[in-house]
C-alpha cells in the first residue's frame, strides 16, 4: 500500500541522510525536505524520504491507529523486505 509511517531518528548521516528505527527495523532515509531533525526525533517517512516530523505522541496515535485498522504489519513487511533504502547503491 505504501503509507507514510512516522518513525524515530537513531542516527544522522553523512550529506542528509539519516538512519530511522521502526517496530526493530533501521532504514537509512533521506533528510533532504526537512531541516532541524536529531536523534530521537520522529519524522514521517514516504518512499525513502522523511516529510516532515512529528511529535513522539503524534507518532504513537498514528502508529496504533494503523495498526487498529491492520494496514500497519503491511507497511512495516513493506519496509523489511522492500527496495533498498536511499544511499544504498550496491
Not at 516529510?51 to 491507529?65: I, N
Request: proline share 1%; glycine share 8%.
Amino acid at each position: 500500500m505504501c503509507l507514510a509511517l512516522p518513525a524515530r531518528v537513531v542516527a544522522l548521516e553523512d550529506g542528509d541522510l539519516a538512519t530511522i528505527a521502526l517496530e526493530g527495523i533501521r532504514k537509512k532515509i533521506s533528510l533532504a525536505l526537512v531541516e532541524n531533525i536529531a536523534v530521537g526525533d520522529y519524522v514521517l517517512v514516504h518512499v525513502g524520504y522523511a516529510l516532515h516530523k512529528v511529535s513522539e505522541e503524534e507518532a504513537a496515535r498514528t502508529l496504533a491507529m494503523m495498526a487498529e485498522a491492520g494496514v500497519l504489519s503491511e507497511e512495516i513487511t513493506e519496509i523489511a523486505h522492500g527496495e533498498a533504502s536511499v544511499g544504498d547503491r550496491s
